[in-house]
Structure formats: structure tokens, C-alpha cells
């Protein structure tokens, strides 16, 4: 067990629609992290927080958003959803921002869309 | 853009045997960390390199960072069924995104 915990586990949906998706941190980690993993995919960064700031975007669509809380959790927002869009997201924490930074992986959600 | 490639994508093993799986980078890398995710699971961290050369060993588990800084490796002796995964490596220049490879899934033969 990471620390980092992420609901739902799984999420189904249809094409158009949006969901959100939680992440909280382990206990003291400021970053906050989200990737996707499609299948037979590496991990595509999408976006980074740090202290309620966003710090370094990846691949993220602009139909995806992201924001972290006051309490440091993070919310991942993906809008007009496509069949493309399937995939496990996994956020991950760590202490700082730096780049020695080591990071921790929730157990993830997977979204599949119909 | 920083791109981390990683060969091979597959590796069928037989137990007792071993293998190496491997990580270039286009750009010079300031540090390299690899991740483990066993089937089902998240990546866990494994380890960070982060001088030339440098050499760290975890049991029967090797990573290496080669001497430019632009690549990687991770050896594993006598495979065992708990080797079981996908390896990844990621790559960080002096920003704060990792660059993940895309893994080298790994299946053992009993």
C-alpha cells in the first residue's frame, strides 16, 4: 500500500460525458501527479501540481482539467469523453517537486468508455 | 521533446535464466528511476540513479547509468516467477516530468 489512494476503482460511462476523478496524496507529499495508461501503453504524464499550483503539464488534452485542493487532494476532470479516452489514471505523489524527487502510485481508476 | 525509449518491449524468460532491459534517452538525463508494475497492479519505485556510471545492486537486480547519462539498464539473474511485470525506466532532464519508457513486460517460463 502506497498512501495514495484514488476512488473510484472503476468507472464506466458513455462518449460525451464528463467524470472526475480523486486522488489524495500520502500524508505530507505536496505533488500531486496524474498519468494515463492505455493498453499496451507506457505511462503518459498529463499533469502536475504542487501546492495547490499547477507545475508542469504533459500530454494533457484540453478537454482534460486538473486541479488540488486547499488539502492537497486533486480532482481530475475529463469532459466530452471519447472511446479513445478508455484507460487506467493513475496519480501519483511526492514530497517536494524536485528532481530527485521519488514518486508513489495509487492503486488507479480505470475508466472505460461505451 | 526528451524521449525514453526502452528495449525490449517483451522478454519471455525461462526460470533460473537471465536478462537485461534497457533505456536510452535522446538528451542527457540529471537522474533515472525505475519502476516495477506487477499484472494488476501500479508502478512502484524501484530505484533512482543519478551519478555516471553508477552501478547500484539490489539483489539479484542491477541497474546501471551509463557513463554520458543518456542510458540505462537493469539486469536480473536467475529469474524467478516473482519477476513477473512490466519494468519501466523514467527519465528526468532539470525540469519536474518524468518520461517514462514504455515498459518491458516480462513472463517466466517454470
Known amino acids: 500500500d502506497s498512501g495514495v489512494t484514488q476512488t473510484p476503482k472503476h468507472l464506466i460511462t458513455a462518449t460525451g460525458q464528463r467524470v472526475t476523478l480523486r486522488c489524495s496524496p500520502r500524508s505530507g507529499d505536496l505533488s500531486v501527479y496524474w498519468y494515463q495508461q492505455s493498453l499496451d501503453q507506457g505511462l503518459q504524464f498529463l499533469i502536475q501540481y504542487y501546492n495547490g499550483e499547477e507545475r508542469a503539464k504533459g500530454n494533457i488534452l484540453e478537454r482534460f482539467s486538473a486541479q488540488q485542493f486547499p488539502d492537497l487532494h486533486s480532482e481530475l476532470n475529463l469532459s466530452s469523453l471519447e472511446l479513445g479516452d478508455s484507460a487506467l489514471y493513475f496519480c501519483?505523489?511526492?514530497?517536494?517537486?524536485?528532481?530527485?524527487?521519488?514518486?508513489?502510485f495509487g492503486p488507479g481508476t480505470r475508466l472505460t468508455v461505451l | 521533446g526528451q524521449q525514453v525509449m526502452q528495449i525490449p518491449q517483451y522478454q519471455h524468460v525461462q526460470e533460473g535464466e537471465d536478462f537485461t532491459t534497457y533505456c536510452n534517452s535522446s538528451t542527457t538525463l540529471s537522474n533515472i528511476q525505475w519502476y516495477k508494475q506487477r499484472p494488476g497492479g501500479h508502478p512502484v519505485f524501484l530505484i533512482q540513479?543519478?551519478?555516471?556510471?553508477e552501478v547500484k545492486k539490489q539483489k539479484r537486480l542491477t541497474f546501471q547509468f551509463g557513463e554520458a547519462k543518456k542510458n540505462s539498464s537493469l539486469h536480473i539473474t536467475a529469474t524467478q516467477t516473482t519477476d513477473v511485470g512490466t519494468y519501466f525506466c523514467a527519465g528526468r532532464v532539470r525540469d519536474y516530468k518524468l518520461s517514462f519508457g514504455a515498459g518491458t513486460t516480462v513472463t517466466v517460463r517454470a
Open positions: 540513479l543519478v551519478k555516471s556510471g
Open positions: 501519483a505523489s511526492s514530497k517536494d517537486s524536485g528532481y530527485m524527487d521519488t514518486q508513489y
